[in-house]
C-alpha cells in the first residue's frame, strides 16, 4: 500500500480555447489528465463571471474523467443541486463564502459527491482545520481567484507543508499559477493535485507537458 497520495493533474477550463471547448477537452484527456477542473464565478465572491451548471453538463457528456467544480461564489450552499446534479465528481466551497460551511460540506457529501474546501492565499489555515476532516480535498489558493495568468503565490507553501503533516493521505491541491517549475514547488511542499491552466494549454504539446511534469515529481 502506497504510504503517499497519488499525484493528479486536471486542466483547468478557464484557460482553455471557448470557441474549440469540445476539442480542447477531449485533447485534455487525451494527454493523461486524471480529471478536469471547472471555474465558477458569479462576479461578486470574485470580480469575474465564468461558467454556470450547463458548462458542467456539457463536460460530462464529453468525457468520462472526473469533474472538479471550484465554486467562487458568495452562497455556494443555494447552488449544490445545481452543479452536483448535471455532473460534478467534486464540490469544492470556500472557507470565506457564507454560510455554514461544516453544513455545506455535509450536504455536498450527501449527495454523494466529493466535497471540497478552498482557502485564499491570504487566509490563514487555522480558518480550515475545523472542518478538515470533512473534506475530501482541501485546496489551497497560489493566486487571488478571480482570473487565470497571474503570477503563483510561493508563500502558500508553508501552510501547505504544515497541512500535510497533519494529514498524511489526504487529498491536498494547488490551484493558481502552475507550470512545470512550480508544480514541482507545491509538490516539495506537500501538495499532490493539480489544477493547471495555461500551464497546460500553452504549450505546444500539452500530453508532453503533463508527462514531463509526472516524472519530475515521481
Wanted: aromatic fraction near 8%; glycine fraction near 8%.
Amino acid at each position: 500500500m502506497s504510504t503517499k497520495p497519488d499525484i493528479k493533474i486536471f486542466p483547468s477550463l478557464l484557460a482553455s480555447d471557448y470557441g474549440h471547448f469540445a476539442d480542447d477537452c477531449k485533447r485534455c484527456v487525451d494527454a493523461g489528465a486524471d480529471g478536469l477542473h471547472i471555474d465558477v464565478m458569479d462576479g461578486h465572491f470574485v470580480p469575474n463571471l465564468n461558467f454556470g451548471p450547463h458548462v458542467v453538463e456539457v463536460v460530462r457528456k464529453l468525457v468520462t474523467v472526473e469533474t472538479n467544480t471550484h465554486l467562487m461564489i458568495t452562497q455556494p450552499d443555494k447552488y449544490i443541486d445545481a452543479f452536483i446534479d448535471p455532473g460534478s465528481d467534486t464540490l469544492s466551497i470556500h472557507v470565506e463564502s457564507e454560510g455554514d460551511t461544516s453544513q455545506t460540506l455535509n450536504a455536498i457529501k450527501a449527495k454523494g459527491v466529493k466535497a471540497g474546501l478552498v482557502l485564499n492565499p491570504d487566509t490563514e489555515l487555522e480558518a480550515i482545520l475545523p472542518f478538515a476532516d470533512l473534506a475530501d480535498e482541501i485546496l489551497f489558493m497560489t493566486v487571488f481567484p478571480g482570473f487565470g495568468g497571474q503570477k503563483f503565490i510561493k508563500e502558500v507553501m508553508p501552510k501547505i507543508s504544515e497541512l500535510r503533516s497533519l494529514y498524511p493521505m489526504k487529498d491536498i491541491s494547488v490551484d493558481g499559477g502552475l507550470d512545470r517549475h512550480t508544480v514541482l514547488i507545491a509538490h516539495e511542499a506537500g501538495a499532490n493535485m493539480f489544477h493547471i491552466g495555461s500551464g497546460l494549454f500553452k504549450p505546444a504539446d500539452m500530453a508532453a507537458e503533463m508527462l514531463y511534469m509526472r516524472e519530475q515529481m515521481n
